[in-house]
């Protein structure tokens, strides 16, 4: 089938409407009607070809929500109408231990959901900046929040889950302080669910305009990561720290703060992945240094029915397909709070 999508032909041209085919319904697949996708930093990246790995046209989009229209003949979980999201993965080998154990994301054989290789018209996966995607079934998630809060929901499929899942594996909760760096697309949402896991949040930033609004999505404590007082009166206090920021900048003044067995996770890929690292800085304190990438699927699901029973949604800015090319911009200047999420709607030509 044919359907209306949003996209590159080229990394130096803008995204523009275009039609793409979509796979008919096999057995253990779900067909959604995408009604909302967020914007993710990394579509802006693919469609710029700045990894070097992007296939044309790319249709980008990994945070879907929509409702289901058609289920395959061995689809049991799902019906039609029902409110569903597609993150990351789309597909992955099923069988190897990381699958077995709920870790698609970390599967060899994951399968994007863009730019991944598919048997599928064009042999790469394309996203959700379209009308319709059909998915197999077992990466299909639910979507228990109410249906007006359908657009926020959006970005947890990626930043949510992103978030979520290295405050889950370090055990967050009351007695916990946990920093968090960066107040963007994944660093509110971090905000958002440290505090409600109960640990005392500390939000770092470089901009002081962004003190007041760190406080609001529920930080304890604010502070400028450039003043070196503020910095210094929480020397070796936290047990983990959530770094967002994917520019260059210095690692070794976050471990410092890091009490005993304190932990420093990334979750941006800088350009160069080179840093400098003051090796003492983990001796000293047996500190460690680790990464996080998305989620599986079953910890997907989690994150969505924590969300939803807690009330946590992204702050979005709703826009139309025609607006996609003035987002990119403004993301490159931070200028979002905090997430441009495309009403697909206006898809339609
Ligand atoms: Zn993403
Ligand atoms: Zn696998």
């Known amino acids: 089938m044919t359907v209306q999508a949003y996209g590159a032909y080229a990394s130096d041209k803008p995204l523009e409407p275009m039609e793409i085919t979509r796979r008919a319904v096999g057995p253990h697949d779900v067909q959604i009607d995408i009604v909302y996708c967020g914007i993710c930093h990394s579509d802006l990246h693919e469609v710029r070809d700045e990894w070097g790995c992007t296939h044309f046209p790319c249709i980008p989009g990994h945070e879907i929500v929509g409702r289901v229209s058609a289920v395959g003949t061995h689809v049991s979980g799902f019906k039609s109408n029902d409110l569903v999201g597609i993150g990351c993965i789309i597909n992955s080998c099923k069988h190897c231990e990381e699958c077995e154990s709920g870790f698609e994301n970390y599967c060899d054989g994951m399968i994007g959901t863009h730019n991944s290789p598919t048997p599928d018209e064009p042999s790469w996966t394309l996203g959700g900046y379209s009308q319709r995607i059909i998915v197999h079934e077992r990466y299909v998630l639910r979507i228990r929040h109410p249906e007006e809060q359908l657009a926020a929901v959006a970005p947890l499929l990626c930043a949510g889950i992103t978030t979520y899942s290295p405050l889950r594996h370090w055990e967050v909760g009351p007695g916990k302080k946990v920093g968090i760096v960066g107040i963007g697309g994944l660093g509110h949402l971090g905000i958002k669910l440290a505090h409600v896991m109960g640990a005392h949040v500390v939000a770092f930033t470089t901009s002081e305009s962004k003190r007041k609004a760190a406080r609001m999505l529920g930080a304890d404590e604010v502070v400028l990561s450039s003043s070196p007082k503020e910095m210094s009166a929480h020397s070796k206090s936290f047990d983990?720290?959530?770094?967002?920021?994917?520019?260059?900048?210095?690692?070794?003044?976050?471990?410092?703060?890091?009490?005993?067995?304190?932990?420093?996770?990334?979750?941006?890929?800088?350009?160069?992945?080179?840093?400098?690292?003051?090796?003492?800085?983990?001796?000293?304190?047996?500190?460690?240094?680790?990464?996080s990438m998305v989620g599986g699927i079953p910890e997907t699901q989690e994150m969505l029915d924590f969300c939803a029973k807690y009330g946590i949604v992204a702050d979005i800015?709703?826009?139309?397909?025609?607006?996609?090319?003035?987002?990119?911009?403004?993301?490159?200047?931070?200028?979002?709070?905090?997430?441009?999420?495309?009403?697909?709607?206006?898809?339609?030509?």
Do not use: Q
Request: proline share 5%; aromatic share 4%.
């Open 240 to 291: 983990l720290i959530i770094d967002t920021v994917a520019a260059p900048h210095d690692l070794n003044t976050f471990l410092v703060l890091l009490k005993r067995n304190g932990i420093l996770t990334l979750l941006g890929v800088p350009p160069s992945p080179h840093l400098s690292l003051e090796v003492s800085n983990l001796l000293s304190k047996h500190r460690a240094i680790t990464g």
């Open 317 to 349: 800015e709703l826009i139309r397909a025609d607006e996609i090319n003035g987002a990119y911009e403004r993301m490159l200047k931070g200028d979002v709070k905090y997430r441009f999420v495309i009403d697909n709607a206006t898809l339609a030509v």
